[in-house]
């Protein structure tokens, strides 16, 4: 990273469920590649895996995002 670039923070979590949703799909479709719960979570301040992985697994049912057969998640 060039030094005259600013350190971003990770973006906080949203506190309501549909825009949590919104946020876990907007980060799956900036991503270059399948990511695992945890991946998803440090694209956010503060946020554990074991909050990010039941709502993955509800995108992944209502087919708003893919799984993988090794268990990542994609847009």
């Known amino acids: 990273m060039a030094a005259d670039q600013p350190v971003t923070q990770p973006p906080p979590f949203p506190a309501e469920l549909a825009q949590q949703m919104q946020a876990l799909r907007d980060a799956l479709q900036q991503a ?17 895996p074991e ?3 039941p709502l993955l697994d509800t995108l992944a049912t209502l087919s708003l995002i893919r799984q993988t057969p090794e ?3 994609s847009a």
């Open 32 to 48: 270059a590649q399948p990511l695992s719960a945890a991946q998803v979570a440090a694209r956010f301040k503060r946020l554990k």
């Open 51 to 53: 909050k990010v992985q």
């Open 71 to 73: 268990g990542l998640f």
